[in-house]
């Protein structure tokens, strides 16, 4: 959410800039500054969709440790670990807590 903040208010503070003085800006220089401006927000939107994916992996990569674990537990306990003891056993396993 953030980001996504922080990039509409560059987004918008970067347009209203460019409309204050537009009789300023001769054709070679508007010209390059529209390419400059698409494609640095092309690699925003493409590091933004990288990260979001890897983010993704990450989450059902913990889910399916979770799943993994609450069934090996129940079989062998014969009823479903709490909350902290799965946290428990991810950080001694993992090293870092689960996220939320």
Do not use: C
């Not at 208010?9 to 401006?37: C, E, F, K, Y």
């Not at 014969?78 to 090293?95: A, F, L």
């Amino acid at each position: 959410m953030n980001a996504k903040f922080l990039t509409a208010s560059a987004l918008a503070v970067t347009m209203s800039i460019g409309a204050v003085a537009p009789a300023l800006a001769d054709g070679a220089a508007s010209t390059r500054n529209i390419i400059l401006g698409g494609a640095a927000a092309a690699v925003l939107v493409t590091n933004y969709n990288h990260k979001k994916r890897i983010k993704q992996e990450e989450n059902r990569e913990q889910a399916r440790r979770q799943a993994s674990y609450r069934s090996y537990f129940y079989h062998r306990y014969g009823y479903y670990p709490s909350e902290q003891q799965y946290r428990d056993w991810y950080y001694r396993n993992y090293g870092t807590y689960p996220s939320n």
